[in-house]
């Protein structure tokens, strides 16, 4: 029981320190996406002005674009990893939980079944194959967390 709890919080805090790198992460990439909006936006006001030639308008403006797009995709893509780890910890931090009582309790319950079992397939009286949801995902929780 005092494994679970110091591994849950153990996890925890690995979760949030991830987190947090993420917000980092996220909040940057925010700014240069505004940051590269202002420039695009001056853009059209310096070729009014004839700062800026037509061909260097298109240029600079596609460049612009670019970068603001390739920001926000980012920034999607690190807002989904981040939703995953959470819902992975959450996962096995319940199936921590479990297992917890699986040590006072012996019974094979069939929330137990459902958390621990992804597939059983049965091909045959002397053929059974069961997929089990958490074989290897505490290596990936760990991997995505930094500690290999």
Not at 22 to 27: A, K, R, S, T
């Amino acid at each position: 029981m005092l494994g679970k709890l110091l591994w849950t919080k153990q996890l925890d805090s690995k979760v949030s320190a991830k987190k947090s790198e993420v917000d980092g992460e996220i909040v940057e990439l925010r700014l240069k996406a505004q940051k590269n909006k202002a420039f695009l936006n001056g853009l059209y006001e310096n070729l009014v002005n004839g700062i800026l030639t037509e061909t260097e308008y298109r240029e600079l403006r596609e460049g612009y674009i670019k970068e603001v797009n390739y920001s926000l995709e980012c920034i999607q893509q690190l807002t989904a990893q981040q939703s995953e780890l959470e819902q992975q910890a959450k996962r096995y931090i319940c199936m921590a939980d479990m297992l917890t009582k699986v040590d006072t309790n012996t019974e094979l319950t069939a929330q137990l079944v459902d958390i621990l079992i992804e597939r059983i397939t049965v091909n045959g009286p002397d053929d059974i194959s069961i997929d089990f949801r958490f074989e290897c995902g505490f290596n990936e929780l760990l991997e995505v967390l930094g500690d290999e």
